[in-house]
């Protein structure tokens, strides 16, 4: 049967979209899970972006793409010579680098955006491919806004790339304007239209701004289309990518439609997923398709009751294939030892005895304060242990106040080593009057958790801090304000 590429941009286009930045460690671990969830490809960032992001897709290309097996690690370029050579430092040490290098060839951007002409854009796109090749076997080369491009000076760049060795050239929708019909003919054409297209896979990056970017996707594999590009949860620029997840299970469950497979673990989907949402903080609405969390909740009546006689009658996937379990062990203050470390497990945590001796503490702490336990608690306290950011200053005591009729007040103490911080400040409602107390002025991301959500608030604040005293680990910090 015919394979899929599934190239993964999770790391690159779906990390640069706001609210979604990854440091340099939470990258990596994503790129663990994205290998064992069994990509092809794996986008990791686009190095000369920032210094960060350099030493992000070198670290994956380090830790992750030095292992047998693992996907092409590859790193994005614009056409410029150092943007390439900057790519290859961070990609190299991969056993399997690819240089993603990309130029718009759509009249808007010449005109508007990058002021040159038809001519001066194919030369470039050329030296840079030809530039690339000199280092690294796997090129690719994408015409950025490719569905509002002139078809012919299109397919006229395309096939001067392939020649100049471009082994995968990539048809982005970067703007989300294509519609799946008109979507697949384009792609279909480009075949009869670029002499040498044979020579170089076809592929295609779909955005979602009108809703139609895995339909997009789709029906582009439909008329011989052989990689995606795609993102975990479908995050990326604006209305995001192509969800990774909705494409892998749509050519799973009608394999009898697109007669095509991908190499992808299905049943690393679910966990992914979450990995994703515990890191960025950014969970999935619940109807989304696959990993929502009503995605196989059935409520109406004549639904349950069609499910309890026989599940085919109103599923099409199981649970299990995306690795949702569905006789999930309740969690609380009896589970023992063994059950969280089977529970763990299965959300893709492989702890050591040291580590799962502390997590078991932490759960019998929360148990006592909690009756039932859900998996994004397990998934904190685990993921609040593997902590990345060096807690220089702790929550040493904090006491509010609110009510009808009063105003929200505040007093936290902080520590950081024998220095001692204490504040007292008022607020619309207790967590801003806690949050006036701790410090302001500047917006950065942070996490907590705690039973309480003003201690929670409170914590998630102070991550924030830390991650502000860590810059390396905090590239998401804005300045917002006066
Ligand atoms: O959307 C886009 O055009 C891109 C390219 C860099 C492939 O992300
Ligand atoms: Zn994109």
Redesign the pocket.
């Known amino acids: 049967m015919d394979r899929v590429l599934i190239f993964d941009t999770t790391l690159r ?1 779906g990390e640069q979209a706001p609210g979604f930045s990854m440091n340099a460690g939470e990258k990596l671990e994503m790129a663990r899970q994205l290998a064992r969830l069994n990509v092809d490809v794996i986008e990791a960032g686009f190095p000369i972006s920032s210094d960060e992001d350099f030493e992000a897709t070198r670290e994956v290309a380090r830790q992750v793409g030095v292992l047998e097996g693992a996907p092409i690690i590859c790193g ?1 370029s614009r056409v410029g010579l150092m943007d390439i050579d900057r790519c290859w430092e961070a990609v190299k040490y991969a056993r399997r680098p690819r240089i993603h290098t ?1 130029v718009a060839t759509s009249d808007i951007h010449l005109k508007y955006k990058l002021r040159k002409s038809r001519a001066e854009v194919l030369k470039a796109a050329v030296e840079a491919v030809k530039h690339a090749r000199a280092y690294c076997g796997d090129v690719e080369f ?1 015409p ?2 490719a569905s509002r491009s002139d078809f012919d000076y299109m397919c006229d760049v395309l096939e001067a790339v392939i020649d100049a060795g471009a082994g995968t050239v ?1 048809i ?1 929708d ?1 703007v989300g304007y294509a519609i799946p019909e008109e979507w697949a003919q384009r792609i279909a054409l480009i075949r009869d239209r670029v002499k040498n297209s044979s020579k170089s896979v076809i592929s295609v ?1 779909c ?1 979602n701004d009108l809703g139609q970017a895995v339909a997009n996707s789709v029906a582009a594999i439909r008329v011989g289309a052989r990689q995606v ?1 795609c993102a975990v949860n479908g995050i990326g ?1 604006r209305a995001g990518n192509a969800s990774l997840e909705e494409i892998v299970m749509a050519l799973h469950t009608r394999k009898d439609f697109f007669g095509v497979e991908t190499r992808v673990r299905t049943e690393e989907i679910f966990k992914t997923s979450r990995l994703l949402s515990h890191i960025t903080g950014v969970h999935v609405q619940p109807n989304k398709a696959i990993v929502g969390e009503n995605a196989f909740a059935h409520e109406a009546g004549i639904h349950q009751d069609g499910v309890l006689k026989e599940k085919l009658t109103y599923e099409i996937m199981r649970p299990q294939d995306i690795g949702r379990a569905t006789n999930k062990l309740v969690m609380g203050k009896h589970s023992g030892r063994h059950a969280l470390a089977a529970r763990l497990q299965d959300l893709g945590f492989e702890l050591d005895e040291g580590a799962l001796g502390k997590a078991f503490k932490r759960f019998k702490d929360l148990a006592d304060r909690k009756k039932e336990i859900f998996d994004d608690d397990l998934i904190s306290i685990v993921k609040d242990d593997m902590a990345q950011v060096p807690e220089t200053y702790s929550l040493d005591y904090l006491h509010s106040i609110s009510g009808t009729g009063i105003i929200p007040s505040a007093t936290v103490r902080l520590k950081k080593e024998e220095q001692v911080f204490q504040d007292s400040g008022v607020g619309d409602g207790p967590v801003d009057a806690v949050l006036n107390a701790i410090v302001d002025g500047t917006l950065v991301f942070g996490k907590g958790t705690s039973t309480d959500v003003i201690e929670a608030s409170a914590r998630a604040y102070i991550n924030a801090v830390n991650r502000l005293v860590h810059p390396a680990k905090g590239r998401d910090v804005q300045e917002v304000g006066p």
Do not use: K, Q, R, V
């Open positions: 286009d994005l990309f994408s950025e806004d990539n982005p970067t990056h955005h590009e620029e």
